[in-house]
């Protein structure tokens, strides 16, 4: 088993790839290339709603300090 980077590069080439073949030539879109557009898509929501979740927090402790 490889490291978590080893598999986040073949993601981003497996994504750069997919948008290459969807602009030019649709036939060469293969399985992988899906797979890897979904993942992106649910990373990049699980991101944003962690940091949303933290960014909350952070912006309420920061007005009860000043209240205080």
Avoid: P, R
């Avoid at 598999?7 to 293969?30: A, C, H, M, P």
Wanted: charged fraction near 20%.
């Amino acid at each position: 088993m490889k490291n978590v980077g080893y598999y986040l590069n073949e993601l981003k080439k497996w994504v750069i790839e997919g948008w290459i073949f969807l602009f030019e030539d649709t036939q060469k879109i293969k399985a992988h290339h899906l797979v890897a557009f979904l993942l992106t898509i649910i990373i990049i929501y699980l991101l944003s709603y962690i940091v949303t979740k933290i960014f909350k927090t952070v912006i309420k402790l920061c007005i009860m300090i000043a209240i205080v």
